[in-house]
């Protein structure tokens, strides 16, 4: 074969060129899934059979004074993998029914892999009934919504581990904010506060610490939450400032528990309040000049244009500049600390960010079932985040 570079026979080179002609067809897709579920079948089949024969102390026929158990044939099961579903997949079973495959867990239907697709996809937004549309397509096997809210209340043992973990002390700037959502109650549906506390740590290392669903932002709710973080650790012994949103209740809740902690007013909520006072032919230029007060090069330099914005816009709306000046020194706290965190520490928009990918989840279902519902999909939300923050630290000069 002259023209045969491999030095394969014809019979082997017609098999090859059949094999790859494959490639070329139309299903080429359902063709390769098919034989790689194929493929892994029989690899799981194998497992089982070894797991079985290590159980027993024996193999197939043996007769051993080591021998456990005896093999008492299979039971077929379907199981869903990432590659698709694998139909009838032999299960080896003994006489003293002790063996239990270890390739996955008894009764298991689903890959863990699996559910972890579902409950992110349902985070993601998606509702219950259309995951199993968007399981078909990934997977070729579509699920329930109840096999959904199954999957998904899993997140609740993850919670209650989360709510209940010593926190240690180690936090330099805590931020707290929260955000209404609608929770069916009683028939009725009714408004609820999601309370929410952010922390950066001395090593720069940043994650929401907690959150509570309650009836509003009134100083009881805050100062319960506030409690709930000092009991489980968090003194704030290392704690140089915190961040809040100006609401009433918090401001009198953090004199109840962290009453020496110098604290930053969040510059968005205050321009959002000046906005109010503004008529809008005066809305632009006012807030431009206004976020130059914050974005000056020290505090000195801060003041001088917040004393210079006051002159010019006093006279044409007094209630504007009388909103912005009577919180004006917390709203300067911030040019005490480390100059590269500036950005960060002035805004409560790293929690902000949080709430709007929130209420995209809410969007489609109007308001949650209920305040379990609304819990375990708010920390679905915090544990995306906190997971992506895990290996993004900030500078900290200690």
């Not at 045969?4 to 060129?17: C, D, E, R």
């Not at 509702?127 to 699920?143: A, C, E, F, H, P």
């Not at 709510?163 to 805590?174: K, N, V």
């Not at 902000?352 to 969007?363: G, I, N, S, V, Y």
């Amino acid at each position: 074969m002259k023209n045969n570079p491999f030095g394969y026979s014809k019979t082997k080179l017609n098999w090859i060129v059949s094999d790859v002609n494959i490639l070329y067809r139309d299903n080429v897709e359902d063709l390769i899934a098919e034989h790689v579920l194929e493929g892994l079948k029989e690899s799981m089949e194998i497992a089982l059979q070894v797991e079985v024969m290590d159980y027993n102390r024996a193999g197939r026929h043996e007769r051993t004074q080591e021998r456990r158990d005896l093999s008492n044939g299979y039971r077929k099961r379907n199981l869903l993998t990432k590659f698709g579903l694998i139909k009838h997949l032999l299960v080896p079973r003994t006489r003293k029914k002790g063996y239990e495959p270890g390739v996955f867990k008894r009764y298991q239907r689903r890959w863990q892999v699996i559910n972890d697709w579902i409950r992110d996809i349902f985070i993601a937004g998606v509702s219950t009934r259309d995951v199993g549309w968007v399981m078909k397509i990934l997977v070729g096997r579509s699920v329930s919504a109840g096999t959904v809210s199954l999957v998904c209340k899993a997140i609740d043992t993850q919670l209650v581990l989360f709510r209940q973990r010593a926190l240690p002390d180690e936090y330099r700037y805590i931020f707290f904010d929260g955000v209404v959502q609608k929770v069916r109650s009683c028939g009725r549906v009714v408004k609820k506060s999601v309370l929410v506390a952010y922390g950066i740590k001395s090593d720069g290392k940043r994650e929401v610490i907690d959150f509570r669903v309650a009836g509003s932002e009134s100083e009881h709710e805050w100062t319960m939450f506030l409690n709930n973080l000092y009991q489980r650790g968090l003194k704030g012994a290392g704690l140089r400032m915190v961040v809040t949103d100006g609401g009433r209740g918090l401001l009198a809740a953090l004199d109840m528990v962290y009453p020496y902690i110098p604290r930053q007013r969040c510059w968005v909520h205050k321009l959002r309040n000046v906005a109010n006072y503004l008529p809008r032919r005066y809305q632009v230029d006012c807030l431009k000049e206004a976020k130059g007060i914050y974005r000056a090069a020290n505090y000195q330099q801060a003041v001088k244009r917040f004393k210079r914005w006051c002159r010019k816009w006093r006279d044409k709306v007094p209630k504007a500049v009388q909103c912005l000046e009577k919180d004006i020194e917390g709203l300067l706290v911030f040019f005490d600390q480390d100059k590269k965190l500036w950005v960060k520490l002035r805004t409560t928009n790293v929690i902000e960010r949080m709430f709007r990918e929130l209420r995209k989840r809410t969007r489609p279902m109007t308001h949650f079932v209920n305040v379990k519902s609304c819990e375990r999909i708010t920390f679905a939300v915090i544990n995306k985040y906190n997971q992506k923050w895990k290996d993004r630290r900030y500078v900290i000069n200690i």
